[in-house]
């Protein structure tokens, strides 16, 4: 599993996905007025994808599990914030559970991604 620039990595592509989806339905109705909870999410999820980014350059297995977990966390705290927004109606239950699941996928391909590394 070797990797010659972060872009090729699984783990961030779907990350970016995550983060890309995350920003498009906090533009819509009352999601784009609640200014808290859309800058968190939008943050939490950019930093999924820029936590495995910056991990890769960081020259050891060792440090790129150590982005790799953040990122992970960066995932869990987008599902978090997935029922807050959905509790606010400004989603529906229908896009959390998509949304939900993407955070779900990208945290489990980083969790193999941490797996493979501390072989």
Known sequence: MGFNRFEDIDAWQLARVLAQEIYEVTLIGSFSRDFALSDQI???AGSAMDNIAEGFDVGSNKEFVRFLSYAQRSC??????????CDRSHITEEQFEILYEKASHARS????LINYLKK
Not at 76 to 85: D, I, K, T
């Open 76 to 85: 869990s705290e987008v599902q978090s914030q997935l029922y807050r927004a």
């Open 109 to 112: 391909k980083i969790g193999g």
């Open 42 to 44: 939008n943050r939490a």
